[in-house]
């Protein structure tokens, strides 16, 4: 059984840099072929789809946050990473990492996996 795990600050102020890290148990992210992403669900919006980054680490990332995202990971703890710069209060949400399978060349994954998510706010 796959599980996942977010953790990283509640509270970011306006300007400065997100960082979330996802703990993965039960499975490697290197495992062919899954896909592991960030998506998050601001307050009374629908979820958003941020970006991925593969079992061989290739990265990709949503139009509209690319220019702000960065996704890493470190395969020796078996985590991955969201950096999200430059936030305003527009960023606050829950923030959930998971595991999914390619549907298409370049898209959202399909997710199997959700980790519990973390609640983020942007506020001074």
């Known amino acids: 059984q796959v599980q996942l795990q977010e953790s990283g600050p509640g509270l970011v102020k306006p300007s400065q840099t997100l960082s979330l890290t996802c703990t993965v148990s039960?499975?490697?992210?290197?495992?062919?072929?899954?896909?592991w992403s960030w998506v998050r669900q601001p307050p009374g919006k629908e979820q958003e789809w941020i970006g991925y980054?593969?079992?061989?680490?290739?990265?990709y990332y949503s139009p509209s946050l690319r220019s702000r995202t960065s996704i890493s990971r470190d395969t020796t703890k078996n985590q991955f990473t969201l950096q999200l710069t430059s936030v305003t209060p527009e960023d606050t949400g829950v923030y959930y990492c998971?595991?999914?399978?390619?549907?298409?060349?370049?898209?959202?994954?399909?997710?199997?996996?959700w980790g519990q998510g973390i609640q983020v706010t942007v506020s001074s």
């Open positions: 998971t595991r999914g399978v390619e549907i298409a060349v370049f898209t959202e994954p399909a997710h199997d996996y």
């Open positions: 039960g499975g490697s992210i290197t495992t062919d072929y899954y896909y």
């Open positions: 980054i593969s079992y061989s680490g290739t990265t």
